[in-house]
């Protein structure tokens, strides 16, 4: 569980569109973001939540 967690706090740190991140259970997480307006998007595990970040939000 301290892996997950200290994986979810990097990719906080490298993406601070990322305003707050929830985990609701073993199976979804769910960001918590703004670019222009607050957005949410709920994921099953860190690995698609790091590729989703790549892809959509801006790296510090």
Do not use: H, R
């Amino acid at each position: 569980m301290q892996d997950a967690i200290n994986t979810i706090l990097g990719i906080m740190s490298c993406f601070p569109e990322i305003y707050k991140i929830g985990i609701v259970d073993k199976d979804n997480i769910i960001v918590y973001y703004s670019d222009t307006e607050f957005k949410e998007k709920s994921f099953t595990n860190a690995i698609e939540l790091l590729e989703w970040c790549e892809n959509n939000l801006k790296v510090a």
